[in-house]
């Protein structure tokens, strides 16, 4: 693992329960405060089943510990529970192999409020242990028994709050509660000769996902009630509250993000998706006072190029507290505008203040030097050492996750020429930010 | 759309039924042998509906014309259909909208053996569409009847030729076969007030996938039996084959491949497996006779960088007959090692025959122009020169769907030092052909 930022911790979520990276600041804070407002008043605890040794996957790492963009699988999904402000201890229930892992996952992420139960050997078995934990009657538990539990997959990392609300409230109301998605392929029942005994139709039947609610009580209850078949062959919590709690849980509607992570392809689908999610913000700061044109038009090409994507531009010298802002709204992109001249400091500012933010723990940030140049006007041994301190500084941030690299933006008098080399840097700096390529960090790129 | 080089047809896929890029050669050949031996010896068709206009998938574009690498899926998709030798016919059903998008994908990928029909407003009755083209008793058919008829989605573009051919062949003796994979989530179903009513035992339920195949005549009398209610309402063919002609399907288990690209995830997953499996075979070419130990070092470090890549190198002015054999086998990765000279003619033959070729027509070929040279020793003019060439090059050379790179690796006396630079420029060499990035093309890189 690479070295981690010591003696800081990652910037808190803004607002009191921010959606995350994806949205735009001003909407996910409205909607936030509505959440806010409507936040269960009670408490509610997670439990996340994590000791499967993900054999679908066809990879030896067990799939919650599968690596994307550099940091596991589970992580993704610790994240995205625990910036739910309302929800006050997330148990996760790991195999006594896997603790130790975990445990360096927790620190190096800084994961707040989780704690680690040893797992079972099936998912139910798993679940039951972290119910226990979170239940009362548990000599020296440091859980308050809560009023509802929700459970989840570790490996459904894009969970919004606003579905865990909805099975939370329904789980109020019904005892139970779980998201539930349409069929994707039709559902049949093969005989005992392996021919087609029946088909289900498809319109009276749903897929039942993650994440579920209960009343700790109903749930905890059914757990101990159940038999050691159930716990063993069992695949649906919804069915045990059923069964034993004559509960009947309300289904609630779920996004397509709910998907799990079974197979490979869903790993990579999951990267995608993540670049693209931390690639819908560029902040374009410059090593000048004034209004330059050229600045201005490469932020237009930009939002050409990466389609809804925010570009805001600042000129560095004011830019302390508008780019504390920015970083705060966790924007993972910055192209550095240096305007006829190899001045470096603008840059090393910028960096300083992301390594401070400590903002690149959670996600690898791109940031791109662009000097306007004339091509001619620049002596080579000024262009060969240029490069050479590019390549060492990207070298240097890659330590702490930052991906640095330099690009050439020729500056000719001509406006149509100038118009073309803008529109290519345009493109060099949107490829660079959706692959966030780490292998060619320190390239000196020339638009 | 690009221009499509004129004139000439895209190579033949090697031996007689090749499973296409992503096997090594000598293990498909083996197997198509194989299969070849086990051909089925009877008339073989297809139908795919395509008439789908992808709701789901959340974009405006019908799912089955969403590119991949610049292609509609469903080139992919009849690519790997049309590969298998022994299926005489594809049947696509697409709406009258998209008839002409349509026959645009098949004239400029060229594909064989495919023809249209229009599809009806559901999909059953855009399959029976297909199935009405090729009965015997339609007036002007250019079709024979076939005697097993294979239904298959069009956003399944993994589908293998073995899967293909167990299907055939247990239709043949059940008279209806179709895919199976097991369930990923658990199968429920609601009661009319949205609450849970009961839920099914995963182990005795599975998901019915595609391919599927019939006899002919059982599927055939099945459409034409059926209800309107069928028709309009029903999602599985395999259970108008029960229904209508009591003819139980034999279930075959399925590889995770066969997965129907659903929603927006699903194309990125898609994207990554295509450009991994394109990505397994890297050329070498020289333009040296000599064996260069710093090339085999670099094919050493590139073997390590993309794991389970086969790497191999030949000096080009031998390569004539060994080049067509690696183009002719499909290697989407030339990396084009020029030492101590910036003479640009040993790309540009490689270019030339990569362009006859017309191997570019289904995927992007990655050309890496690498230099080997000592940066002091050349002049600044004469490498500016070379990066201006290396970039209009770049440009010529995009049109037919090559991407052209060009990579400097310094080249000093020391060991140690050497070695450090060939590591750096095969990780670079790794990420161009792993990202297949059209936005950095004719940029010169340094290792």
Request: one cysteine or more; charged letters at 25%.
């Amino acid at each position: 693992m690479e070295p981690v930022p010591s003696g800081g911790s990652r910037p808190d979520e803004p607002g009191p329960c921010l959606s995350g990276p994806g949205g735009t600041s001003q909407a996910t804070s409205a909607y936030s405060l509505s959440l806010a407002r409507a936040e269960p008043g009670c408490g509610v605890a997670a439990v996340l089943p994590a000791g499967g040794c993900g054999e679908r996957m066809g990879v030896p790492t067990p799939k919650q510990f599968c690596l994307i963009l550099e940091r596991p699988l589970i992580s993704y999904t610790l994240q995205a529970m625990e910036r739910v402000c309302w929800i006050k201890d997330i148990v996760v229930a790991v195999t006594r192999e896997n603790m130790e892992v975990m445990e360096g996952i927790i620190q190096r992420y800084q994961h707040k409020r989780v704690s680690l139960v040893e797992s079972g050997v099936t998912r139910h078995r798993s679940i039951f242990n972290g119910l226990k934990a979170l239940a009362e009657e548990e000599s020296n538990s440091k859980f308050s028994k809560p009023e509802v539990v929700i459970i989840h997959d570790a490996v459904r990392p894009f969970v919004e709050e606003d579905v865990l609300l909805k099975v939370v409230t329904a789980a109020k109301e019904h005892g139970a509660a779980g998201a539930i998605r349409p069929l994707v392929s039709t559902v049949i029942s093969p005989s005992a000769d392996g021919c087609l005994d029946y088909s289900l139709e498809r319109a009276r039947h749903t897929a039942s996902e993650m994440p579920q609610a209960f009343l700790f009580d109903v749930i905890y209850e059914a757990y101990q009630q159940c038999s050691d078949y159930d716990l063993e062959f069992g695949t649906e919590c919804l069915q045990l509250a059923l069964k034993y709690c004559h509960t009947k849980a309300k289904l609630v509607e779920g996004s397509p993000d709910l998907w799990k992570v079974t197979y490979k392809r869903d790993l990579y689908a999951a990267e995608s998706i993540i670049k693209e999610r931390i690639s819908q913000q560029i902040c374009i700061v410059m090593d000048t006072k004034e209004d330059e044109e050229h600045v201005s038009l490469l932020e237009e090409m930009l939002k050409n190029e990466l389609k809804h994507v925010s570009v805001t531009s600042m000129p560095l010298c004011y830019a302390g507290r508008d780019l504390q802002q920015v970083i705060l709204e966790q924007c993972y992109n910055f192209v550095c505008v240096h305007v006829m001249n190899f001045d470096f400091q603008g840059t090393q500012k910028l960096l300083s203040m992301l390594e401070e933010s400590h903002l690149s723990i959670l996600y690898p940030i791109v940031v791109v030097l662009v000097h306007f140049i004339d091509y001619n006007s620049v002596p080579f041994g000024e262009k060969m050492e240029n490069l050479m301190h590019i390549r060492e500084l990207a070298k240097e941030v890659k330590k702490i996750n930052i991906l640095l690299y330099g690009l050439l933006i020729y500056y000719p008098q001509a406006d149509l020429k100038l118009q073309e080399s803008l529109r290519q840097g345009a493109t060099i700096i949107a490829a660079l930010i959706k692959e966030r390529n780490s292998g060619l960090i320190g390239q000196l790129l020339v638009a």
